[in-house]
């Protein structure tokens, strides 16, 4: 039954809180965000979700809400925003917006200075006591951004700029929660959902369990959701268990394809799966921020935060699920975690470097173009130039269009994406100002620009096993096989001709492609070696950053899901751990493998489209 909860409708204006003289408003609290996005990327970054005017070039509808003046006067105005091309160029950026208030726009222009996220001043306006309209006006579409907004009758008082301060000043203003309420307690709670965390939810709940869904953005699917738009990949419903993965084909899209339409990525059809299992409560919309632990290597509660009101509860259980991706949910834990590549001699890998870095996988930035009538597009450039030599002249980009390799791919995410956008908005300038074949471009426009990067690699968490390539290489025996995974070792680097071009910048991919043989993978790499009580699933379980370049496709994902959804529910009903499961109730696991999670009382679609993506095979469109 659907048990969507309703939390986030509460507290409506839960973002707009007085101060002394002051009155906060949260930019991603406003009640009508127009054509501006909610961005809650980089909450750990820079301190807060906010909202980014995605256009294209093309400037946003403004972004309104109501507030209460307390009283007639004099009134300055402070936005916190960032110049997000400071990294590159010294110049103006593009990120231009202005502050409206009861229909006067304040003539400051905003976003488009200084070198990072900080409090800029949007002028003064007298204003009457009572309701008006305050909006946020875009004047350029180039992803200005806004946190957001302090009004004051004293001149010189700005919030803090620390996150530390910020974040005090925040709870003591009421935009973030002074304390968390009671949301209740669960067999199992999940943390994110992308495809491994809505298999891991769904499986849990379908054996037993009653589950809490928890997700930061406000559409399930992950790196497969219209923000992202990558394909599943990988092949289910393989030997020695071949249920694993049947129950994707009750949510999976039917069409294949990167960077293509949203509707190619059937965003209802994951929600509703979500949102109709018994005993499953969707979350979405809200960030775990913080854990609660116990006797020292268990968490006893998670505390999430809604991305548009502030509002926090905390959600308690017995076991937790890790499927943020980046690990998030075990490094708050104090999980142990690895992360970059390790060196050649350290697991004795052919694959590795002969030293380990911090090399990574990159974030894909994804776009195309659509035909239309003749159109032209902003001179855009700031600090990338392109040229005849060194352009892209293509009408879109998908997985190859790859950024921040060799940067720290979570504290330096915002601008690990940033660059994603740069290049894509210079190089489209390039090809329709001034190439030699622009005329194969006038009739061209951006049809899509994703602002969610779609990630490849962080942190790992590292379990009571970690699966290295002599496991895969040599088909290794583990008592505790479980799901297969079927692409080969399909590790990126940077494309050598873009380094070239653009070194220590690139943001071309490449890739060598090493085949496997269908490997069974052992339930040990799926829980934490020193969170006792904390699963995993997704890119961040226990393997090396060799093996991840096969485990990490989304149908592979989803089955290690349904892995850990089977075990929470043998925790439930031994009032076990994750490390008893394998060492005290493994038979029962593979039981419930050889049944799966799917449904048996509906007519399952053909598995045609649920198995590609996988080492006999090489789709027109890759998988990120």
């Known amino acids: 039954m659907k048990k969507t909860l309703l939390i986030s409708l509460l507290c409506i204006v839960a973002g707009l809180s007085a101060n002394a003289g002051g009155i906060f408003v949260e930019a991603e609290s406003f009640s009508h965000k127009g054509g501006w996005s909610l961005d809650q990327q980089f909450t750990d970054l820079m301190g807060s979700p906010y909202l980014i005017a995605h256009g294209y070039g093309k400037p946003v509808a403004d972004a309104t809400t109501e507030i209460e003046i307390p009283a007639e006067g004099t009134y300055y105005v402070y936005a916190r925003t960032y110049n997000w091309v400071s990294p590159w160029t010294s110049e103006e950026g593009p990120g231009a917006f202005r502050i409206k208030i009861g229909g006067r726009t304040l003539k400051p222009v905003l976003g488009t200075a200084g070198d990072c996220w900080t409090w800029q001043s949007a002028g003064s306006v ?6 008006t309209i305050l909006a946020l006006s875009d004047l350029k ?5 806004c946190d957001a907004i302090y009004l004051t009758t004293e001149e010189n008082d700005v919030p803090p ?7 005090d000043f925040r709870r003591k203003t009421g935009a973030i929660s002074s304390e968390p ?4 307690t669960y067999d199992f709670v999940v943390v994110g959902a992308g495809i491994g965390g809505i298999c891991t939810a769904v499986s849990a709940a379908r054996f037993g369990c009653r589950v809490a869904l928890v997700s930061d953005r406000l559409i399930p699917g992950g790196n497969n959701s219209s923000e992202i738009r990558v394909h599943l990949g990988g092949y289910i419903e393989m030997p020695p268990y071949e249920a694993l993965g049947r129950m994707q084909r009750e949510f999976g899209h039917s069409t294949i394809g990167n960077a ?22 969707y979350f979405p919309g809200w960030r775990a921020v913080k854990v609660n632990m116990k006797e020292g290597s268990l968490i006893e509660s998670v505390v999430v935060r809604n991305v548009e009101t ?3 509860m905390t959600l308690s259980a017995p076991v937790f699920s890790d499927c943020t991706g980046d690990g998030n949910l075990g490094f708050m834990a104090g999980a142990d975690w690895m992360m970059g590549r390790e060196g050649r001699d350290e697991y004795g890998e052919t694959l590795a470097p002969e030293c380990g870095d911090k090399r990574t996988m990159g974030a894909s930035v994804q776009w195309y173009s659509v035909e239309g009538e003749k159109s032209s597009f902003p001179e855009f450039s700031y600090g990338v130039e392109f040229n005849e030599e060194n352009c892209q002249a293509v009408t879109m980009g998908e997985w190859t269009w790859e950024t921040g390799m060799d940067r720290d791919q979570i504290w330096e995410f915002e601008r690990i994406r940033d660059y994603g956008l740069l290049v894509i908005y210079s190089n489209w300038s390039f090809l329709k100002n001034h190439y030699s074949g622009k005329a194969e471009y006038a009739s061209r426009e951006l049809g899509w620009v994703a602002y969610t990067a779609g ?9 009571d096993y970690i699966l290295k390539q002599d496991d895969v290489d040599k088909h290794v025996f583990h008592e505790d096989a479980s799901f297969t995974t079927t692409w080969h070792f399909d590790l990126h680097f940077p494309d050598p001709r873009n380094s070239s071009q653009f070194p220590g910048n690139e943001f071309i991919a490449a890739t060598r492609e090493n085949p496997i043989y269908p490997y069974a993978v052992p339930y040990r790499v799926l829980y934490s070696r020193n969170v006792n009580n904390l699963f995993m699933a997704g890119r961040n379980i226990s393997v090396t950053h060799v093996v991840l370049g096969s485990t990490r496709l989304m149908r592979t994902i989803g089955m290690m899901g349904e892995v850990v959804g089977m075990a929470a529910s043998i925790c439930k009903s031994h009032e076990a751990l994750p490390r008893d499961v394998y060492q005290r109730y493994l038979p029962e696991l593979k039981n419930l493998m050889k049944r799966g999670a799917a449904r048996t009382d509906i ?4 598995n045609q489209h649920f198995n590609e993506g996988g080492y006999l095979d090489h789709l027109p469109a890759r998988s990120l």
Do not use: H, W
Not at 181 to 184: A, R, S
Not at 455 to 463: A, D, I
Not at 603 to 606: C, I, Q, S
């Open 141 to 145: 579409g180039f992803d200005g951004r």
């Open 455 to 463: 990630k490849r690699e962080s942190r790992r968490l590292v379990g």
């Open 181 to 184: 309420y009671d949301g209740g």
């Open 161 to 167: 700029t620390d996150l530390a301060g910020l974040e």
């Open 310 to 312: 502030g509002r926090e």
């Open 126 to 131: 007298k204003l009457k006591g009572g309701r």
């Open 260 to 281: 293509q339409p949203a509707s190619n990525y059937e965003d209802e059809k994951k929600t509703a799966f979500i949102e109709n299992q018994e005993g499953l409560d």
């Open 603 to 606: 007519e399952l679609p053909d």
